[in-house]
């Protein structure tokens, strides 16, 4: 049984416009000890989904429907108090831009201590060490804890984050694009360093990212989200070297790689659709140089080969796919709509 | 047709502005039609029977009574829209003017002018505003002027502040540079390229100083330094306090200018409130 | 910013409270020297024949050339010494120093009481956002803003004191209350229940921009990324509140309270008159009215100090407060 499976989620948001499905069944599972990739556009749901999975999502935000089961326990069907209960000590978080997820007004050690006493019940000498024990995990000096956070450069506030986010020995760490804001050269060493703390700690983790590099880099799995839905996943081998889904193909071709390799960068046109109103069949279909009528009708359910999982008509013909996708004439024909 | 149309749609998705708006519409009519709406000269002195209709309670006659000298409280009321009028949008016309110039410069030539007029602004805001208003009152001829000087000298700050802040924006723009470069005259950018723009801001700064203005001639009014021959409310409320109408609970008497001072002073509230969301739409999504 | 350079700021910002005061005080001269018509005429009675009138300018050193006058004037506000009362023939500087205690009492009761209301339904509306309370409360706090603070110290005085007859209605003490040193009054019941309807008159007036201002500043703070995290940490709705959230909220707010304090001094005038209160501002009054030039000078004065004083300190405050400010980043 995997740590976590999320089962056909659905996350609402209220807006003025009306009802906005950010999550609109998506379903994915991680294994203990393995990092999953989840990866997509911004606005696709993936940093949506990772809050519905720690229970917080702002004011206007709900969980509509389907299940989060962790360690065996639908954490969607139990009390908010409950819930509370699990957060931090078995699913920490570790924030998109670490400047405003530190409290400005107080030092490091005051936010790490916070944790350590009030979540995980350690008396003060004891938390006081821990914490310094911490710091030195993540490669930061523990005089460091003395300091406020806009004292710290972007990757030190992100080692400070990952400290935190480790404070309590959860089995589940959800990172939501924990190296966007970072330059190139730091979120090597970032990644770096959650990757060998994560193997150290034998941790599973969920990393959000638009970035298919950062998943090469750092992942074992990778679930690829469009408008609100899953719509790949498997192994990272598996799915970068032989994507079935023509937005994956894209996505594979839309970025440089982490070790700064920049062959010719593919864009994929348009942006993702509105979530007011999902279309009825498939959603990439608009933007998709390879769709048909059908793709247009009809929503393709998931199919499973192996461990590798698709949401497309035409994945039996996936290799030509892949061929005409590598050419760029193919996605700039879909520029004029 | 277009403006109207637009000024509606905006108003109806701005309660708050549209509130403001209605008002401010309801006392100039007040104010322009006054000769045919008050029942009273609001100088007459009434008289029932042979004796001054002093302290009349409301009745039928006298919607809100008469005063100690028997003088109908409701006319005064409305003649005091035109006083509350003259005095607010003298006074914040001046702050807008002076406020809007000094920001312009500030902003757009900076340098030394810049330093003089940042500086200038935070001494000016380090002036007590109402007993500079009593200094002044004491030392000139007491009366609206002063008032609408005491305004215009001591307000001005907070709309240059702002002006420089949205010129220094401004002046960054493209078609300002390209203005530059096509051999505008200093001048000729700054009053009639970025002008323009700065001004539906300085408006709404206005709208805060007529309340502001309204407040001042209030205060000195009631103070004393009011110009007695005027028909304002802070006139009236001076009278009420200082003929025992607070002792002889003549509510009918001291109430009304105060709810009418404080509805006038609150709807530029509600209009600069409302008009926020309209010019820094950010501020609208906290 | 460095450690020094917070020391610098601090220099920084006195060094412009001397000047803000040195200006302040030379605007003072000037205006009570320069308007226009006869200076003199302002405090000297009409009534008085030609020789009295000289020697009263001669004892006030109104016969020497200007630039001498504003260096004896400088000269002596650098000792304390404001001149003499003309009415009351006393030191302005004992005047005022009878006054200020009775000021600074109204005002820190009255500002004490609007903020720590202001601050608290503030808040409370920023976690009830929509709905009835939000809708009334709003314009309400508005609506109290916009009014005349003497006609809601006169609706007060009508009701409460006049018709209810549960407050006295001006004065600080009873007439004829043996008490005479200050100390003996503060302590006694007759003057705290004296100070209540100036005090809350004042407290209506003020709890507004707390009101509006804590609001404000906690939806943004609630918005913040630290907040979400704190959720996320799972810790307890008291300590997301009153650690982080209110915390970083209160930052505007202290300002506010000094800036408050410092405005609050000069703005009590038309307060302190509506119930007789003896303060600075209620002097100032009356010096106006009563021509008493000195007085009204030496009280004009010491308002602008106060508040370009409390100006700096709102400054400084808010700088400590915030460690973005006054704690300078290591590299």
């Known amino acids: 049984m995997s740590l976590l499976s999320v089962e056909n989620l659905q996350v609402h948001y209220r807006t003025g416009a009306g009802v906005a499905r950010a999550v609109d069944g998506a379903s994915l599972s991680v294994e203990a000890g393995s990092i999953l990739g989840l990866v997509g556009e911004s606005g696709c749901g993936k940093s949506t989904m990772g809050r519905a999975i720690m229970g917080v999502l702002p004011d206007a935000g709900r969980i509509a429907g389907g299940r989060v089961v962790f360690e065996g326990t639908d954490l969607v069907a139990l009390t908010e108090a409950k819930q509370r209960e699990l957060r931090w000590r078995r699913v920490s978080f570790i924030p998109q831009t670490a400047m405003n997820a530190l409290d400005p007004v107080q030092r490091l050690r005051a936010q790490m201590l916070e944790v350590l006493i009030e979540r995980g019940g350690l008396a003060r000498s004891a938390a006081q060490a821990r914490a310094e024990e911490l710091f030195r995990l993540v490669g930061l000096d523990p005089i460091r804890l003395s300091d406020y956070p806009h004292q710290f450069s972007g990757g030190m506030r992100q080692r400070a984050s990952i400290a935190l986010a480790l404070a309590l020995n959860p089995a589940l760490v959800i990172a939501d694009e924990p190296v966007t804001a970072l330059d190139v050269i730091v979120q090597r060493q970032v990644l770096d360093v959650i990757r060998e703390l994560q193997s150290r700690l034998g941790l599973a983790m969920i990393l959000v990212t638009h970035d298919m590099a950062v998943v090469a880099y750092a992942c074992d799995r990778v679930a690829v989200m469009y408008a609100g839905i899953v719509v790949e996943s498997g192994s990272v081998r598996e799915v970068l070297e032989r994507p079935l889904h023509p937005y994956t193909m894209g996505l594979t071709h839309a970025f440089p790689d982490v070790h700064g390799e920049t062959g010719e960068l593919v864009p994929i046109n348009g942006s993702p659709p509105s979530l007011l109103a999902p279309s009825i069949g498939c959603r990439f279909a608009p933007r998709c140089p390879f769709a048909l009528v059908q793709c247009h009708k009809t929503a393709p359910p998931p199919v499973i080969t192996g461990d590798h999982m698709v949401a497309c008509w035409r994945a039996d013909e996936a290799p030509a796919l892949r061929t005409a996708a590598a050419q760029p004439a193919t996605w700039a024909a879909m520029a004029i709509p | ?286 | 910013m460095s450690r020094s350079g917070f020391l610098w700021l601090i220099a920084e910002r006195l060094g412009f409270l001397v000047l803000t005061v040195w200006i302040v005080t030379t605007i003072t001269f000037l205006l009570f020297r320069l308007m226009p018509g006869d200076p003199t005429l302002a405090y000297l009675s009409p009534t008085f024949n030609e020789e009295t009138r000289r020697a009263l300018l001669a004892s006030f050193g109104l016969d020497k050339p200007l630039w001498l006058q504003y260096f004896i004037y400088m000269g002596n506000l650098l000792q304390g010494d404001l001149g003499t009362s003309f009415l009351q023939r006393v030191p302005v500087s004992q005047l005022l120093g009878d006054a200020l205690p009775n000021t600074v009492i109204l005002t820190l009761v009255s500002l004490t009481c609007a903020y720590a209301f202001g601050i608290i339904v503030g808040a409370f509306l920023a976690f009830h956002r929509g709905g009835g309370v939000e809708a009334a409360a709003i314009p309400a706090a508005l609506a109290t803003r916009s009014a005349p603070e003497f006609w809601l110290g006169m609706l007060l005085l009508a009701g409460l004191a006049f018709q209810l007859g549960w407050f006295p209605s001006g004065g600080a003490v009873d007439p004829g209350s043996p008490l005479s040193t200050f100390g003996q009054r503060v302590l006694s019941e007759d003057f705290w229940h004296h100070l209540a309807l100036p005090a809350l008159t004042l407290t209506l007036y003020l709890q507004g921009l707390p009101l509006l201002l804590m609001r404000a500043t906690m939806l943004e703070v609630l918005g913040d990324e630290f907040i979400v995290m704190a959720r996320m940490k799972g810790l307890s709705r008291w300590s997301i509140v009153m650690r982080h959230a209110a915390r970083n909220a209160l930052l505007p707010v202290v300002t506010a309270f000094a800036l408050g304090l410092g405005a609050s001094v000069g703005g009590n005038v038309v307060v302190e008159t509506v119930f007789a209160w003896p303060g600075v501002g209620r002097l100032l009054v009356q010096a106006v009215q009563g021509a008493d030039y000195p007085v009204a000078q030496g009280a004009f004065i010491l308002i602008s100090v106060v508040l370009a004083t409390m100006n700096t300190v709102a400054d400084l405050a808010y700088a400590f407060l915030d460690p973005r400010v006054s704690v300078g980043a290591r590299r």
């Not at chain 2, 008469?66 to 409305?78: E, F, K, M, P």
């Open chain 2, 1 to 286: 047709m277009r403006v109207v149309r637009s000024i509606w749609r905006y108003l109806r998705g701005e309660p708050f502005a549209a509130v403001g708006v209605s008002v401010y519409a309801l006392i100039l009519m007040v104010a322009l039609f006054a000769d045919r709406l008050a029942p009273h000269n609001p100088r007459e002195i009434l008289r029932a029977g042979r004796r001054v209709a002093r302290y009349l309670p409301m009745s039928p006659e006298h919607w809100l009574g008469t005063t100690s000298s028997g003088r109908d409280v409701l006319s005064q009321l409305i003649f005091g829209t035109r006083s509350a009028l003259q005095v607010g949008l003298t006074a914040a016309l001046a702050v807008v003017a002076i406020g809007t110039m000094l920001g312009l410069l500030s902003g757009y030539l900076g340098g030394w002018i810049d330093k003089l007029i940042t500086r200038l602004a935070d001494i000016v805001l380090g002036l007590p505003f109402l007993p500079f208003l009593l200094v002044l009152a004491a030392l000139t001829r007491p009366g609206t002027n002063t008032v609408v000087i005491a305004v215009a000298l001591l307000l001005w700050p907070n709309t240059a502040r702002v002006i420089r802040s949205q010129v220094l924006s401004l002046r960054e723009r493209a078609w300002v540079e390209a203005a530059r470069v096509t051999g505008c005259s200093t001048a000729r950018i700054m009053f009639v390229h970025i002008l323009p723009q700065v001004l539906p801001l300085a408006a709404l700064y206005g709208s805060v100083a007529i309340g502001w203005a309204i407040l001042a001639e209030a205060s000195a009014s009631f103070l004393g330094f009011g110009d007695p021959e005027t028909i304002s409310w802070g006139v009236m409320l001076q009278e009420a306090y200082a003929n025992q109408a607070l002792g002889r609970g003549a509510w009918n008497w001291f109430a009304p200018p105060g709810l009418a001072i404080m509805s006038m002073v609150l709807a530029g509230f509600m209009i600069s409130r409302g008009s926020e969301k309209l010019l820094f739409p950010k501020l609208a999504d906290k």
